[in-house]
């Protein structure tokens, strides 16, 4: 199958404004699913509100367009009906690391076996350029014109400290590496984070003097240092020269752990032992009224 | 465990409403829960806990209550009959996903046991504020069903109803009831398999690779579904959309589709009404109540028969949609109407929409998380017919 | 066996945002009066695909035909 017998062609061309980044994470995305060689009816896409969100009309799998932040519990749902099903879910910063910030580190945390791919463009595209969680400290916003005064998060270090337990980062730049990483990451029996950096030319490149789509994807190049290998424990080395590099982006994989996932160890640890201790007491039950 | 093998004597259980409530949704085919600890309704929690695995069901503690219900209807759309369980506040946070379960037609059981508000109010006391809330409480024109139930045995049956009437309607049916109901131990039969109807999905018998409409209303106003995981793939959003589940902004589609959401509910009363009633045929006060309050209602209402006085009783099981219809047939010859209810009037407001002369409707309240006694209610009637206190 | 390769763009499909054109190795693609891309040199193309990965559109496809 070609990547686009996986588009819902209909509605193409997409929403999503010249230079955006996000048709490239789609595009990746898709890769990825064709490499994989998934069934379509085995894929669900769900996700929050916001331009990342609307990824998920073009893709032709089962898509839930869901809540604002609310994405990944509306997919914890769909995967304890239904452990068998691929679940990916597209999600922008602000969607996953502001208002679905709970839900993304409790996510993490059960290590439920289904992709977030968090597409950060450091800011809110769709309400018109407002700054996001992960927008820099003194850059500029809608809401922020005198420039924001908080630090951004790192989502690769929330994403760790929450314990999930498959963590990239790469860059719409990476396109190539990125398919390669959204595979892995959905391959990964467990809670796959991967970050994207995406550029919005339209409103945080232009309110921040970043140049336009290829100058920003430029930035992305030129700043990216690449992670070591994992080790032995699943985790990479970040080994960054300050010298090197200007404000220096870290890519790659940090950490691919296998750790228990959360389907497969309530099947284990609380149904079956569960159903057979019901079992066995009918059975006693049943004997005993026999006797009587 | 209720099994087909028990004997009649052990089918009869001693329980907490809330515990019921439990029950009840395991009876109905409930296999997945996930909720957020919250007094007055954290037993029907526990107990799932426990229950649930036992029956090949999951039960998930979520990280707050708005992940509680969107967990559920993403269980629901994959296929598997769903509930969460909470109190007032919440329900207040589970509000916008109620909406999305309205507008993406998703069916899901939210029970709420009531307590003391606003906001953190009573969290131990009864209270029945929420009754306007889970009518009104998310945003935009829709309809929405909600059941409530004044004793154990009845409560079972409405929570099973609940269900079939979420699977039938597609859509989320509230289960409202309050603290004294969540927490008062009584006997309750627990009917065998079998017993009570069970309504499960209505799914589409559109065969594979033809085209699909998951959101064209039949004439019922029914939407056969397919569950996510299934042969058709389509889209399910909160966005008004069309009937393959496509955002539009066509004023034809969104007409129609506000239409049916407030239609399919409230043109079907007469399916979805449920109530009991006493002495209604001579009475000239007609008391009408719902929840633990009905319980003081009925108990005043017998005491005064038992000295003559023409007095009957509506007790209300379905709160929306509102049973106007059938409270304005019953109505039609009383004098007076007394609705008591543990709020500053919410249903008393829909009674005096209902009726012919709203001038003969009275409320009969409390609102400080103590329970309205029988003389609360003989002391109005006695005001209302010109008896003095 | 041959093998026939072309660098197919849909029209209707491109923003015109200028990153197939920008990052191509070998100064394959160009921009048209109307903003679009299009295949100006196809002889230097290396066939990387760099394009086709990097089209926020799905409007550039790199086909690679294998006929024996």
């Known amino acids: 199958m070609a990547v686009t017998d996986y588009l819902r062609k209909r509605f193409m061309p997409h929403i999503w404004c010249p230079g955006c980044g996000h048709g490239i994470i789609m595009?990746?995305?898709?890769?990825?699913?064709?490499?994989?060689?998934?069934?379509?009816?085995?894929?669900?896409?769900?996700?929050?509100?916001?331009?990342?969100?609307?990824?998920?009309?073009?893709?032709?799998?089962?898509?839930?367009?869901?809540?604002?932040?609310?994405?990944?519990?509306?997919?914890?749902?769909?995967?304890?009906?239904?452990?068998?099903?691929?679940?990916?879910?597209?999600?922008?910063?602000?969607?996953?690391?502001?208002?679905?910030?709970?839900?993304?580190?409790?996510?993490?945390?059960?290590?439920?076996?289904?992709?977030?791919?968090?597409?950060?463009?450091?800011?809110?595209?769709?309400?018109?350029?407002?700054?996001?969680?992960t927008t820099g400290c003194g850059e500029y916003g809608t809401t922020a014109p005198y420039g924001t005064v908080v630090q951004p998060f790192d989502t690769v270090e929330l994403a760790s400290a929450a314990g999930a337990s498959f963590i990239a980062r790469t860059t719409t730049y990476h396109a190539r590496e990125m398919a390669r990483i959204l595979a892995d990451a959905i391959r990964h029996p467990g809670f796959s984070v991967v970050e994207v950096l995406t550029q919005c030319p339209t409103y945080y490149g232009r309110k921040n003097a970043k140049g336009d789509a290829v100058e920003m994807m430029e930035g992305f190049r030129d700043c990216a240092v690449p992670v070591g290998p994992l080790d032995d424990s699943g985790h990479a080395t970040v080994t960054i020269d300050p010298e090197a590099v200007d404000a220096p982006i870290p890519i790659g994989v940090f950490r691919k752990e296998v750790r228990a996932e959360y389907c497969d160890a309530y099947r284990r640890q609380v149904i079956e032992p569960a159903e057979a201790a019901a079992a066995a007491s009918a059975a006693a039950s049943a004997a005993a009224g026999g006797e009587q | 465990m209720s099994t087909a093998g028990q004997t009649e004597r052990s089918r009869v259980q001693f329980l907490q409403g809330n515990e019921v409530c439990a029950e009840a949704a395991l009876y109905a085919g409930m296999r997945y829960f996930a909720g957020y600890p919250i007094t007055p309704s954290t037993e029907i929690a526990e107990r799932l806990a426990e229950r649930l695995p036992q029956v090949g069901g999951s039960f998930m503690q979520m990280e707050d209550e708005i992940g509680s219900i969107c967990a559920v209807i993403g269980a629901s759309l994959a296929g598997t009959k769903s509930m969460t369980a909470t109190s007032g506040p919440g329900f207040s946070l589970m509000q916008e996903a109620i909406g999305y379960a309205v507008m993406a037609e998703i069916p899901c059981v939210i029970v709420d046991v009531?307590?003391?508000?606003?906001?953190?109010?009573?969290?131990?006391?009864?209270?029945?504020?929420?009754?306007?809330?889970?009518?009104?409480?998310?945003?935009?024109d829709h309809s929405i069903v909600c059941l409530t139930a004044s004793n154990h045995q009845d409560l079972f049956g409405i929570v099973v109803d609940a269900f079939n009437f979420s699977e039938v309607f597609r859509t989320p049916a509230v289960v409202l009831i309050d603290e004294v109901v969540g927490h008062m131990r009584e006997a309750v039969r627990v009917p065998e398999p079998g017993e009570l109807d069970l309504t499960e999905r209505l799914l589409t018998d559109v065969p594979r690779d033809v085209d699909y409409h998951p959101y064209a209303p039949r004439e019922d106003d029914r939407l056969p579904m397919s569950n996510f995981g299934g042969v058709h793939r389509y889209?399910?959003?909160?966005?008004?959309?069309?009937?393959?589940?496509?955002?539009?902004?066509?004023?034809?589609?969104?007409?129609?589709?506000?239409?049916?959401?407030?239609?399919?509910?409230?043109?079907?009363?007469?399916?979805?009404?449920?109530?009991?009633?006493?002495?209604?045929?001579?009475?000239?006060?007609?008391?009408?109540?719902?929840?633990?309050?009905?319980?003081?209602?009925?108990?005043?209402?017998?005491?005064?028969?038992?000295?003559?006085?023409?007095?009957?009783?509506?007790?209300l099981q379905t709160l929306w949609p509102f049973p106007s219809e059938m409270i304005r047939t019953k109505c039609r010859h009383a004098e007076y109407i007394v609705v008591v209810e543990m709020n500053m009037g919410q249903i008393v407001h829909e009674v005096k929409r209902a009726v012919d002369r709203p001038e003969r409707v009275f409320l009969s309240n409390r609102v400080d998380g103590e329970m309205i006694t029988p003389t609360d209610i003989k002391h109005l009637i006695r005001v209302i017919q010109g008896k003095g206190v | 066996m041959s093998t026939s390769r072309r660098i197919e763009i849909n029209p209707d499909w491109c923003k015109g945002c200028n990153i197939c054109v920008a990052f191509c190795p070998k100064q394959v693609l160009a921009l048209d009066e109307r903003g679009k891309a299009y295949v100006a040199n196809v002889d230097a193309c290396i066939w990387c695909r760099e394009c086709e990965l990097r089209c926020p559109d799905f409007a550039v496809t790199v086909v690679v035909e294998r006929a024996s």
């Open chain 2, 235 to 315: 889209n399910v959003t909160g966005l008004v959309h069309d009937m393959w589940g496509f955002p539009s902004e066509k004023p034809k589609i969104v007409n129609d589709l506000i239409h049916h959401l407030y239609l399919k509910l409230e043109n079907r009363k007469q399916m979805l009404t449920r109530w009991r009633e006493w002495s209604l045929d001579d009475a000239e006060i007609v008391l009408i109540s719902y929840g633990s309050s009905a319980r003081s209602a009925r108990h005043i209402m017998e005491n005064r028969r038992s000295v003559g006085v023409p007095i009957g009783m509506i007790e």
């Open chain 1, 27 to 133: 595009r990746a995305l898709l890769s990825a699913v064709e490499k994989l060689g998934l069934d379509k009816n085995d894929i669900v896409m769900a996700s929050g509100i916001g331009c990342s969100a609307r990824m998920l009309g073009y893709v032709d799998a089962h898509t839930m367009h869901t809540l604002h932040g609310r994405a990944l519990a509306f997919a914890t749902g769909v995967k304890m009906a239904r452990p068998d099903l691929t679940v990916v879910v597209p999600m922008g910063d602000g969607d996953a690391l502001a208002i679905g910030g709970n839900h993304f580190i409790h996510a993490a945390r059960r290590n439920i076996d289904m992709t977030a791919i968090v597409m950060n463009n450091s800011t809110y595209g769709m309400t018109g350029g407002q700054y996001s969680p």
């Open chain 2, 114 to 140: 009531q307590r003391g508000g606003p906001s953190t109010g009573l969290p131990t006391h009864a209270s029945q504020g929420d009754v306007m809330q889970v009518r009104y409480g998310t945003h935009g």
